[in-house]
């Protein structure tokens, strides 16, 4: 017999889920504390909300932070998500707030944040513009996706690879191989997280990819211009591909988007994490 489960409490963990015998699935899970303006975080592909580092203890000191665990991930399910539907629930959760995703994170963000821009405009229209969700959007080493079909088909397929590598080989070897990827050289064992990595489900990760993976992304470049908030793009300086990525996102938005770089790589916000905190509270 599934029970149902819904909790929300200022400080702990917030979800609305289901229990399965001993183990819990829940809609999405996230944890909640700190006071202050709110400010959501949502993690890359292989981590959980518990792969940020220092920097949501650091930015509680003067903002309510709200972690979650992203479709596939940790201990939400929602495993047949895709990037739109991904980015709805991590709105629903994490309410009126500035949203800060890194990578796959980053990805669905800008898909909710797309839709709320659409669904404001439509609103604005009929008189009848309501708050924003997404009051602000902070995106780290993301990308408006592969414009070539060719490519993103071959991208599609490696991910598929990539996907039935996790059940042949299991989420520890699979971790470690994502981990000794070059893009996350410069992560130290203390900040790769590799243990709160080995917590997700081999059967999320998989259908993490296919569903949400780059090759499943169709280009988003031609809408970015729709987007009606602040949008900042953070890259690390020794990340070439997404720095470029970056100055296009940028320059697809508009006028409300601003590029800012920091040293580090990929997950600049783990090798830098001070830095991005200044960044923060810069704001």
Request: proline share 5%; hydrophobic share 40%.
């Amino acid at each position: 017999m599934a029970q149902n489960v819904a909790v929300s409490v200022r400080g702990t963990i917030g979800c609305i889920g289901t229990r399965y015998g001993h183990d819990w699935l829940v809609t999405l899970h996230i944890e909640t504390f700190g006071l202050g303006p709110r400010i959501v975080l949502v993690h890359g592909f292989t981590q959980n909300s518990r792969c940020w580092g220092p920097l949501p203890r650091w930015l509680a000191a003067d903002h309510e932070v709200v972690l979650v665990d992203a479709p596939g991930h940790g201990r939400s399910a929602h495993d047949d998500a895709d990037l739109f539907e991904a980015g709805r629930l991590i709105l629903e959760v994490g309410g009126p707030a500035t949203y800060v995703g890194y990578s796959m994170g980053g990805r669905m963000l800008l898909h909710a944040a797309l839709d709320e821009s659409r669904s404001g405009a439509k609103s604005a229209a009929n008189s009848a513009a309501e708050s924003p969700v997404v009051e602000r959007l902070v995106l780290i080493g993301a990308t408006g996706g592969i414009d070539d079909d060719d490519e993103r088909l071959a991208r599609a397929k490696s991910d598929e690879q990539l996907a039935k590598t996790i059940h042949k080989r299991g989420i520890e070897a699979f971790i470690d191989s994502w981990l000794a990827l070059p893009l996350f050289g410069d992560l130290t064992p203390e900040v790769a997280a590799r243990e709160e990595r080995l917590g997700n489900r081999p059967e999320g990760l998989a259908a993490s990819l296919r569903n949400c993976g780059t090759g499943s992304q169709l280009p988003l470049w031609e809408q970015l211009h729709l987007l009606d908030m602040a949008v900042s793009v953070l890259v690390g300086a020794d990340d070439h591909k997404f720095a470029s990525l970056a100055s296009r996102l940028v320059r697809s938005i508009g006028p409300n988007a601003t590029r800012t770089v920091i040293p580090g790589g990929h997950a600049v916000h783990l090798v830098s994490p001070k830095e991005v905190l200044a960044f923060f509270h810069s704001l």
